[in-house]
C-alpha cells in the first residue's frame, strides 16, 4: 500500500473513531449528571423527581419506597426520643455528589454502570445502573435488587406497615429496649410478609 494511501486509511479510521470517543465520553458525564440528580431526589424524599429521573419500570416502585422510608424516619424519631438511640441504622441515604463523580463508568449500549469506590475492609458497594431511555439516562434502581418486582413492592408495603405498628406501641410505651423493638419490627415485618403471599396465592386460585 502506499504511503498516501496508508495515512488516507488512517485519517479515515481516526475520523471515525474519534467522534465516538467524545460521545463516549459525553455518556460517562451524562450518566453522572443524572445519577446525581436522582441522589438528590431521594435525599429530598422528592417523589415527583425521583419519578423524573428513574427509568419507567423503577417509577411503579418509588410511592412504596418513600413511604418505606418516612415509617422508618419515624421510628427513628421515636426511638430517640425514648431511648436515644435509633431502631434502624438504614438511612437509605443516596451515593453523594463526590462518590458518584468518584465512580467508574461503563457503558454498554443503552445500560450504564456506576461502580462505586470502596473502602479496603469495607463492605463491597452495590453499583448503581442507568439505563437510556429516549435521549435521557435514567436509574434503575431495582436493577441490583435480586427480588420479582411483585415481592418487592410486597416487602416495601410490608416494612411500612409493620414500622408503622412498631412506631405506635413504642410510643404507647410497649417496648422496654431497642432489641425489644427491633424484634417487634422483625416479626411484623415477616408476619406481615406472610399474610401478604397468603392473600396473593389465594386470590390467584
Known sequence: MARGTMLSVIALVLATALPALSARADDR????????????AVAARDVAKMKANCTAASARFVDAFVAMVQSFQKLNDAGMSRF???????????????????????????????????????????????KREGSSWRVDFV????SDPEKLLMFLDASAKAAGETT??????????????????????????????????????
Open 29 to 40: 458525564a451524562d450518566v453522572k449528571a443524572a445519577a446525581t440528580s436522582f441522589g438528590d
Open 84 to 130: 436515644k438511640h435509633r431502631i434502624t441504622e438504614n438511612d437509605f441515604a443516596p451515593r453523594s455528589a463526590a462518590e458518584i463523580n468518584a465512580a467508574d463508568v461503563s457503558v454498554d449500549g443503552d445500560t450504564a454502570t456506576l461502580a462505586f469506590k470502596s473502602d479496603a475492609n469495607g463492605p463491597r458497594v452495590r453499583p448503581t445502573v442507568l
Open 143 to 146: 436493577a441490583g435488587m435480586r
Open 168 to 205: 405506635d406501641e413504642l410510643n404507647a410505651g410497649k417496648y422496654a429496649s431497642v432489641d425489644e423493638t427491633q424484634g417487634a419490627l422483625r416479626r411484623k415485618i415477616s408476619e406481615t410478609l406472610k399474610r401478604a403471599a397468603a392473600s396473593t396465592a389465594k386470590s390467584g386460585q
